[in-house]
């Protein structure tokens, strides 16, 4: 019988919390099968071989439609191994396909038909994006939450340096100074390069000043 192993791989952001996901399907096609005149008898293994050939001739529609061109409609509900691997055959994703072939001559046949089947899969032709799936209300909130906490953390940052300004102009006023724009730019230059650093701070506003009254 036909072997589907599925795995889901997902990576998180732990900052921002999005998240990518994606499958990976490996898959290991049986055969087509022939019974023989003793076979034939057998319930179990007659229903067994009528699922396998059933499904690889879905397989076969699903591809010459792919390589048809006509994407109107893609037989893929015709059996459960192309509706798993829907997205794997025309979908969003790579698709790597091997065969297998016999070198001795009684195995022609099917030899061939199984060149002339990865043949066509290898026509087929996948467009590869990624798909965007917009975040559950409570994960909306939380980076609501986190982006207006952002927000009133360089409001305060601002209002601090603002105040900063407003006290070295009282300053330069106090020396009998008048500053113009270019001073107040070098100002908020070095009151930038002395923030959180009192006595660098002093001693810029001291020169400043010293400057001014110049």
Sequence with gaps: SHT???????RADQETGDMLSGSINLVDLAGSERLTADQNTQPDRLRE??????????????????????IRHIPYRDS??????????????????????????????????????????KNVLNTI??????????????????????????QQKLQRAQMSNMGLRRRLKDAGGDPGEDDLDEIVNMSDVGDGKSGGQAGT???????MMK
Excluded at 4 to 10: D, F, G
Excluded at 49 to 69: D, E, P
């Design 129 to 154: 994006h990624i798909n965007v799936i917009e975040e559950d209300p409570i994960s909306m909130q939380k980076k609501i939450k986190r982006l207006q906490a952002e927000v009133s953390e360089l």
């Design 80 to 121: 459960k191994l192309t509706r798993i691997l829907q997205n794997s055959l025309g979908g969003n994703s790579f698709c790597t396909l091997l065969a297998t072939v016999n070198p001795i001559a009684g195995s022609y046949e099917e030899s061939l038909n199984t060149l002339q089947f990865a043949n066509r899969c």
């Design 49 to 70: 071989t009528k699922a396998i050939n059933s499904s690889l001739s879905s397989l076969g529609k699903v591809v010459m439609s792919l390589n048809s061109g006509d």
């Design 4 to 10: 589907v192993l599925t795995l889901t791989l997902v």
């Design 205 to 211: 506003e001291d020169g400043v000043a010293g400057k």
